[in-house]
């Protein structure tokens, strides 16, 4: 009912940037929050980023003052703004959405993952 398409990933060099986007489409009557989590190999998946239909956001304190969540409620797509990144950046990137649909009751819904690498 509910699908999320991410985009951006991709192969990056230390110090540079990447901006992913996630857009959700289907049967949505209200999305209450967004966020993006990651995992990198061998480890279980993380908290990145959040943020809420009233825009407040949360951060992991790795990513704190490099990464930027945004929203954009008319598209339904939240964005991933990525800066200074580390080779510890390196994973696959997920975007979650709680979603309100109506029909049944309020639920996560996650995105396929996409690939981040940071490397010389």
């Known amino acids: 009912q509910v699908q999320l398409v991410e985009s951006g990933g991709g192969l990056v060099q230390p110090g540079g940037s990447l901006r992913l986007s996630c857009a959700a489409s289907g049967s949505i009557f209200r999305i209450i929050s967004m966020g993006w989590y990651r995992r990198a190999p061998g480890k279980q998946r993380e908290l990145v980023a959040t943020i809420t239909s009233r825009e407040s956001t949360n951060y992991a304190d790795s990513v704190k003052g490099r990464f930027t969540i945004s929203r954009d409620i008319a598209k339904n797509t939240v964005y991933l703004q990525m800066n200074s990144l580390k080779p510890e950046d390196t994973a696959v990137y997920y975007c979650?959405?709680?979603?309100?649909?109506?029909?049944?009751?309020?639920?996560?819904?996650w995105g396929q993952g996409t690939q981040v690498t940071v490397s010389s």
């Open positions: 979650r959405a709680t979603v309100d649909t109506v029909s049944r009751p309020v639920r996560d819904y």
